[in-house]
């Protein structure tokens, strides 16, 4: 899209100055948000491919993705006359289209369906599978290729109630209406189902394998359930019976749902146990639903009841169009509030080609913070294509404190004076869930000196005093983190040379403060991490540049086994994801992470705190570096390593021999000239602990290395002990 305002030729203006591409004029997508490229727009009947106009259409022209339903405009009531709309549905490229139309079908009824009709092309208007009208809808269906063309005419005079189409991706083989079609069942005890909810009034019943009165459930199982309802409803899940293994965090066997098409959609719930769950809604139009068990411990499984309800636009809503498609920046006034992405309360992503605005306005003497609560823009190294940008002052043209997109956003920001404008732009392609932001009016906070600490309640105190077991405080945080028995792990680690990449176990429990960070429903490791106190671990920045969502992490603390359940060990969610401000994501530099646990862990012999560094680690000491990293099949796969490793000299360690300068002098390198001691792939964001004056400190945050293990490569780290002030005042204002 063009800036300023100014279109190409072959560009469209729209009325808040934005630019489109011609070819979109007309197409029946409403690209400019006033529908304003779908007036004026006629029907060409001699054209080759008629243009859709925007009555009757009502849905975007391009489908694509794993599943998603359109149905002409008014449906169930009666359609409009004279309409010629096109849908193209696309899908991964190997898989067939599956169709599915709803039971309430009524389009004008004539031989060979001459006056209303929708006509389906499997691939190309060269290849039409039928033409449908009447009363009976068409049968289930599924299309030779990915691509599939969908027409809806109708003529100048008796219309109907229309049609409601669902599609979905499948490997099925080909069926069309009249054939018989039988679907082979699945082999062992997996399962899927597609689950279409045609409206308010439909309802039904899933329940787990084997479900009934003293019976339970098979082992090793997974079963889908994949919900579809039309456009603008959510779908409400019901659970009337329930027995499944429980667990903590249900790390054994769970029902798991989340928002969307697939698994990767944001989790909305996961329930085991004997509890009946509270109902589970979804935020869009479709739910997927996996229940997953292992191999020990049955129980009698659930049974829930399926409806779709009427999705409420909320005024959050209303006034984020405003900003997007008014001809002036929305001004907000108000001493606190908050701004939205648009379609982000209504759970979907933001639409293409828009242009949103924001002006909040301070009175005299105040001063305005941002805080984000949830981020997630279209990723790109420059922030050129879907971005939001925070400028410090009433206009466009005032200074830019920040341009934002992908997951990498500031916490909080203040603005100097008593004014911010925001501005929200995205391209063409490629949308995401957005952003929900809070803003407060308040008075300006006083400014500590760099060497002073700041206190929550705003005053300064000198820096020398915080951990000194004086509350200085008026809350007393400045003795937060500053336990005194830290690092001393109740069970001995075995100590000696050895490696992580073909090296040693550690003995359990030997290394307390070692936490593992899992990703997803499924808990997957992706990270080390080091507990400092009973609900803080520090760990990488760099684990957390695709998502910082605190629903998609988990904290492991106590274990040993990687894939297997330890019975000291414990799962607990995150509240807060704190990447370091300053982290930047081409240079590694400032890669550093707070992860604030959702509820406190109860310190023990296998869960305990290392200490916060008191000064730098000197060249040459030997230190231990802990993981569940890859050992690129060495060595005791899936248990925690551990090796003994030298520190190298930050200037040495940038000579060309070794990094060539890519080294910050808030790194640290350690490792060996020959290679063969290193972290590698999974131990990122886990500790570097030294022994010093007989308690372990944590000296370094795995960060990065060339290859694992290789020769004049050592591994680099985050020097904790240059962060130790921002880790205490970033735990202090959380």
Same mark, same amino acid.
């Given at each position: 899209p063009s800036f300023l305002g100014i279109c190409n030729t072959d560009e469209f203006s729209c009325p808040d100055h934005s630019c489109i591409p011609r070819t979109w004029l007309c197409d029946g997508d409403n690209d400019c948000g006033d529908s304003s490229d779908e007036r004026n727009c006629g029907s060409s009947q001699g054209a080759t491919v008629l243009p859709a106009l925007s $009555?009757?259409?009502? $849905?975007?022209?391009?489908?694509?993705?794993?599943?998603?339903s359109f149905n002409s405009l008014n449906y169930p009531s009666n359609y409009d006359t004279d309409l010629n709309c096109r849908w193209e549905i696309n899908v991964p490229t190997g898989m067939h289209i599956k169709l599915v139309f709803a039971d309430k079908f009524g389009l004008e009824d004539s031989e060979n369906c001459m006056y209303d009709r929708?006509?389906? %092309?499997?691939? $190309?208007?060269?290849?039409?599978?039928g033409k449908y009208c009447g009363s009976q809808h068409p049968g289930t269906m599924v299309l030779s290729s990915n691509h599939v063309i969908v027409q809806f005419t109708s003529d100048d005079s008796n219309g109907d109630i229309g049609f409601l189409l669902h599609w979905s991706a499948t490997n099925a083989s080909v069926v069309i209406p009249g054939d018989s079609h039988t679907t082979p069942a699945p082999s062992g005890m997996n399962c899927t189902q597609d689950i279409y909810i045609n409206d308010t009034l439909s309802a039904g019943t899933i329940s787990s394998p084997n479900f009934g009165v003293g019976l339970q459930y098979p082992p090793?199982?997974?079963?889908?359930?994949?919900? !579809?309802?039309?456009?603008?409803?959510?779908i409400r899940l019901t659970y009337t019976q329930f027995g499944v293994e429980s667990g903590r965090a249900c790390p054994f066997d769970s029902v798991t749902a989340f928002d969307g098409q697939t698994s990767t959609g944001r989790m909305i719930a996961k329930n085991c146990g004997n509890t009946i769950p509270a109902p589970v809604v979804s935020k869009t139009n479709a739910m997927f639903v996996s229940f997953v068990t292992d191999g020990t411990t049955q129980d009698m499984g659930f049974r829930a009841t399926y409806t779709a309800e009427k999705v409420s636009v909320s005024t959050q809503t209303v006034l984020t169009?405003?900003?997007?498609?008014?001809? /002036?920046?929305?001004?907000?006034?108000?001493?606190?509030?908050?701004? %939205?992405?648009?379609? !982000?309360?209504?759970g979907m992503n933001y639409p293409d080609n828009i242009n949103c605005r924001w002006h909040i306005k301070a009175p005299a003497d105040k001063v305005i913070t941002l805080q984000f609560n949830t981020? !997630?823009?279209?990723? +790109?190294?420059?922030?050129?294509?879907?971005?939001?940008?925070?400028?410090?002052?009433?206009l466009a043209s005032s200074p830019l404190i920040g341009r934002y997109c992908g997951v990498i956003y500031p916490q909080k920001l203040t603005s100097t004076g008593t004014d911010l404008y925001l501005r929200f732009q995205t391209d063409e392609s490629e949308n995401e869930i957005g952003f929900n932001i809070t803003y407060t009016v308040h008075d300006p906070i006083p400014t500590c000196a760099p060497s002073d600490f700041t206190c929550s309640d705003g005053t300064c105190i000198d820096r020398t005093s915080v951990c000194d077991g004086i509350k200085n405080c008026a809350s007393g945080n400045d003795e937060v983190v500053c336990a005194s028995n830290c690092g001393i792990p109740a069970i001995s680690p075995s100590l000696g040379n050895s490696r992580i990449v073909g090296g040693k176990e550690a003995t359990p429990g030997s290394w307390p403060w070692q936490a593992s960070i899992v990703y997803g429903s499924f808990k997957d490791h992706m990270c080390g991490g080091t507990l400092i106190s009973d609900q803080?671990? *520090?760990?990488?920045?760099?684990?957390?540049?695709?998502?910082?969502? /605190? $629903?998609?992490?988990?904290?492991?603390?106590? &274990?040993?086994?990687?894939?297997?359940? +330890?019975?000291?060990q414990i799962v607990v969610g995150v509240s807060k994801?704190?990447?370091?401000?300053r982290y930047d994501q081409d240079t590694t530099e400032n890669d550093i992470t707070l992860l604030k646990l959702a509820t406190p862990v109860t310190l023990n012999d296998y869960v305990n705190i290392v200490c916060l560094p008191k000064r730098t680690v000197s060249s040459g000491q030997h230190c231990y570096i802990t993981g569940f990293g890859d050992t690129m099949g060495t060595c005791c796969h899936d248990v925690l390593k551990q090796a003994e490793i030298p520190i190298?000299?930050?200037?040495?360690?940038?000579?060309?021999?070794?990094?060539?300068?890519?080294?910050? &002098?808030? &790194?640290?390198?350690?490792?060996?000239?020959?290679?063969?001691? +290193?972290?590698?792939?999974?131990?990122?964001?886990?500790?570097? *602990?030294?022994?010093?004056?007989?308690?372990?400190?944590?000296?370094? *945050?795995?960060s990065w290395g060339v290859g694992c293990a290789d020769p004049m490569s050592p591994g680099v780290y985050t020097k904790v002990f240059d962060y130790v002030n921002w880790i205490q005042q970033t735990i202090v204002q959380n």
């Open positions: $009555s009757g259409c009502g $849905s975007s022209r391009t489908q694509t993705g794993m599943m998603g929708v006509t389906i %092309y499997d691939g $190309s208007q060269s290849n039409l599978i090793n199982s997974r079963c889908v359930w994949r919900f !579809f309802a039309p456009f603008g409803y959510a169009d405003q900003a997007c498609h008014g001809s /002036t920046p929305l001004v907000l006034n108000q001493t606190s509030g908050f701004i %939205y992405s648009e379609r !982000f309360t209504l981020f !997630f823009l279209e990723k +790109d190294r420059s922030c050129q294509y879907d971005n939001l940008q925070v400028l410090d002052g009433p803080w671990v *520090v760990t990488a920045g760099h684990c957390f540049e695709d998502d910082r969502s /605190t $629903s998609s992490w988990h904290v492991v603390l106590g &274990n040993h086994h990687l894939n297997r359940h +330890d019975s000291h994801v704190l990447v370091h401000e190298i000299d930050v200037t040495r360690c940038n000579s060309t021999r070794y990094t060539d300068g890519q080294v910050f &002098n808030t &790194n640290i390198c350690a490792g060996l000239d020959k290679g063969g001691i +290193d972290t590698c792939q999974g131990d990122s964001g886990g500790p570097l *602990v030294c022994n010093i004056d007989g308690k372990w400190q944590l000296e370094g *945050v795995t």
